[in-house]
């Protein structure tokens, strides 16, 4: 069964701060691997996007890494701001046939950034 | 340009009404998906269509769940018979077509309560 589990399920980190959020799956086959961030109340808005080949991608203050061989992701955050506040969801895409564009959601990891 | 739209942003209903929840795409997406996000859980795929073909259901939970997509744009889900466990927020995305590179842009979503 494809699955895709995030950690820590929620952090709290001060204004400033750096913090690193963990993503595992077990999608086959795999196309891409996507985060998102949700603010409340809104639909999540993608922050990067990497296929099996890339190690990493970066997006302002946003670095996503990728190890395909252990099927792990991270997203590190640094110099998080107030508005870093929000759900940061891992996504990873199933490749072909009739699971073309299908994604499987992680649960999100809930991050807050208190002043 | 605009982004993915959907109506109502709130909808409350009783326990055995029918519902009806509306999603614009983005005007040349010929992909369209339908997601459901209960309370602290992660989104779950309902239903995908792309351009004329056949629309994936392998999603939707029931037989209370439908959905169309009129002149390959805007699309209606009904949710027939609501249930107390139909409450979640209901999204929809698009993306310019099926391909799973092509990153889904979320509308808002519509929060439905069923009492």
């Known amino acids: 069964k494809n699955q895709v589990e995030q950690s820590p399920q929620s952090l709290i980190i001060l204004e400033g701060k750096n913090c690193t959020l963990q993503?595992?799956?077990?999608?086959?086959?795999?196309?891409?691997l996507r985060w998102y961030k949700q603010d409340t109340g809104r639909g999540p808005v993608s922050l990067t996007i990497?296929?099996?080949?890339?190690n990493t991608k970066s997006n302002g203050r946003y670095t996503a890494t990728l190890d395909a061989d252990t099927k792990q992701s991270s997203l590190h955050i640094t110099a998080s701001q107030l508005s870093d506040s929000a759900s940061y969801i891992c996504?990873?895409?199933?490749?072909?046939?009739?699971?073309?564009?299908?994604?499987?959601f992680g649960q999100g990891t809930i991050l807050t950034v208190h002043p | 340009g605009a982004g993915v739209s959907q109506s109502p942003s709130n909808k409350v209903t009783e326990k055995g009404k029918d519902v009806e929840l509306r999603c614009d795409p983005i005007?040349?997406?010929?992909?369209l998906y339908w997601y459901r996000q209960s309370l602290g859980q992660g989104l779950e795929f309902l239903i995908y269509?792309?351009?004329?073909?056949?629309?994936?259901k392998s999603g939707l939970p029931s037989d209370r769940f439908s959905a169309e997509r009129t002149g390959g744009s805007v699309s209606t889900l009904t949710i027939q018979r609501t249930q107390q466990e139909d409450s979640a927020v209901y999204l929809c995305?698009?993306?310019?077509?099926?391909?799973?590179?092509?990153?889904?842009?979320f509308g808002p979503g519509t929060r439905l309560t069923v009492l």
């Open positions: 995305a698009s993306s310019f077509d099926g391909r799973s590179y092509n990153e889904q842009f």
């Open positions: 993503c595992n799956y077990t999608v086959s086959p795999f196309s891409n």
């Open positions: 990497m296929t099996f080949s890339e």
């Open positions: 996504v990873v895409s199933v490749a072909g046939g009739t699971s073309y564009g299908k994604l499987t």
């Open positions: 005007s040349g997406h010929t992909a």
């Open positions: 269509f792309q351009g004329n073909s056949a629309p994936d």
